[in-house]
Nanobody, 121 residues
Framework: QVQLVESGGGLVQTGGSLRLSCAAS????????MGWYRQAPGKQRELVAG???????NYADSVKGRFTISRDNAKNTVYLQMNSLKPEDTAVYYC???????????????WGQGTQVTVSS
């Protein structure tokens, strides 16, 4: 089975940095887009950043210039480097990946379990 496992969340002060990682494992044929979403209390889940298998990226306006998404295709891993963190970045961050499992022709979206990021003022 395919699973995504995240790591790297935590508590940081305003202006600090964190790096999130998400590794996909299991019976995987291919991975297309990988990305990070976040959900703050009382708010809808929103896209933070995405990256294609070829390395094209997109970001939410609120994180442009502060966050950087990258991936290591050999390790099936996506990263989110978060700099200049603000209290409004506080949320649960979820990894997402569009994956075709081995033995399947269908691509589907997989989600990680989420990791808490808290930025104190």
């Amino acid at each position: 089975q395919v699973q995504l496992v995240e790591s790297g969340g935590g508590l940081v002060q305003t202006g600090g940095s964190l790096r999130l990682s998400c590794a996909a494992s299991g019976s995987i044929f291919s991975i297309n887009v990988m990305g990070w979403y976040r959900q703050a209390p009382g708010k809808q889940r929103e896209l933070v950043a995405g990256i294609t298998s070829g390395g094209s990226t997109n970001y939410a306006d609120s994180v442009k210039g502060r966050f950087t998404i990258s991936r290591d295709n050999a390790k099936n891993t996506v990263y989110l480097q978060m700099n200049s963190l603000k209290p409004e970045d506080t949320a649960v961050y979820y990894c997402n990946a569009a994956i075709i499992p081995r033995g399947s022709i269908l691509q589907r979206a997989y989600w990680g379990q989420g990791t808490q990021v808290t930025v104190s003022s």
